[in-house]
């Protein structure tokens, strides 16, 4: 059973337009998510996070939504550059075992010059 | 200062056999985690080490696997016996703390057992 459902593998864009990626979870106990990037040959690396006491969290170009009550996240990064392609992961725990990341699959996001 | 290191970066074993790979996470983490990922999968949690801690094993998808942690340094994460399907990149991470938040990761091993 996958708690965390990223369901486009891939997503190109222009550059200077927004990037939109979306999660899906379906364990209602998480209650706190984060987003990381990866690059090929390179461990992932955080990108921004939030809480589920909050509905936004805005860090520079990278600001992620969280939806409760549809299970929904996105991460939209505006304006998009080339150096933002790479493969993002959403990730989600509980308060429980706020240490044991679930990773959804992954989006292969492309920026084009 | 150095992140996470792992070794080797890459792997190639025949099936049956024992492989171990290491982990030096950054120095003064507590916490410090194993996930794999498997082709086209997502990263899979495997074993948490916190501190003095008995560790969180409940990834460990099999007996097979097996993860020891000296203190607050490095941890070998062990196969035995390898099978095809152990074939992924497992990924080391550690954290300042046990608390949700971030995780740094390591750049990975990649096994492959043929």
């Known amino acids: 059973d996958q708690q965390v459902k990223q369901n486009s593998p891939s997503l190109s864009v222009q550059e200077g337009r927004i990037s939109i990626l979306n999660c899906d979870y379906t364990?209602?106990?998480?209650?706190?998510f984060l987003w990381y990037k990866k690059y090929p040959a390179e461990g992932p690396t955080f990108l921004i996070s939030i809480s589920s006491i909050k509905d936004k969290n805005e860090d520079g170009r990278f600001t992620v939504f969280l939806n409760k009550s549809a299970k929904h996240l996105s991460l939209h990064i505006v304006p998009s550059q080339p150096g933002d392609s790479a493969v993002y992961f959403c990730a989600g725990n509980s308060g429980g075992s706020n240490y044991k990341l679930t990773f959804g699959k992954g989006t292969l996001l492309t920026v084009n010059p | 200062g150095a992140g996470v290191s792992q070794s080797p970066s890459n792997k190639v074993t025949e099936k049956g056999k024992d492989v171990e790979l290491r982990c030096d996470p950054i120095?003064?983490?507590?916490?410090l985690y194993w996930y794999r990922q498997r082709l086209g999968q997502g990263l899979e949690f495997l074993i948490y080490f916190q501190g003095n801690s008995a560790p969180d094993k409940s990834g460990l998808p099999s007996d097979r696997f097996s993860a020891e942690r000296t203190g607050e340094s490095v941890s070998t994460l062990t196969i035995q016996r390898t099978q095809q399907e152990d074939s992924a990149v497992y990924l080391c991470a550690s954290s300042l703390k046990r608390s949700g938040g971030e995780q740094f990761f390591g750049p990975g091993t990649r096994l492959t057992v043929l």
């Open positions: 364990n209602s106990m998480f209650d706190y």
């Open positions: 120095s003064g983490h507590t916490a």
